[in-house]
């Protein structure tokens, strides 16, 4: 049986400004995605519908619910914590 384990980033606290990033790294997560499920031939839908390949999220982002925008924002946040956890710096050039 599969047990997740991610690592483990709670003590890392995000400055603001990367914080303020997450939105724009989640929002690209949400275009990222849609791009796939398209190429995979999957289109607008109001319910999800694995065989006939539809789904409401294939919409912009700023058109998803709140509920769907807070998944891409956890990946976003999760991930620059990651980044910072494993020694990394993140700098705007």
Not at 13 to 26: F, H, M, N
Not at 28 to 48: F, L, P, S
Not at 86 to 91: D, N, S
Request: some cysteine.
């Amino acid at each position: 049986m599969y047990t997740p384990k991610p690592f483990n980033t709670d003590h890392i606290e995000l400055p603001e400004e990367l914080v303020a990033l997450t939105e724009k790294i989640a929002e690209n997560v949400h275009e990222v995605w849609a791009q796939g499920r398209i190429a995979e031939g999957w289109t607008y839908g109001e319910k999800q519908d694995s065989e006939k390949k539809t789904t409401p999220c294939m919409v912009p982002y700023n058109e998803l619910p709140e509920s769907e925008k807070d998944y891409d924002r956890n990946t976003a946040m999760g991930t620059l914590k990651l980044i910072m956890a494993l020694g990394y710096r993140i700098e705007k050039a």
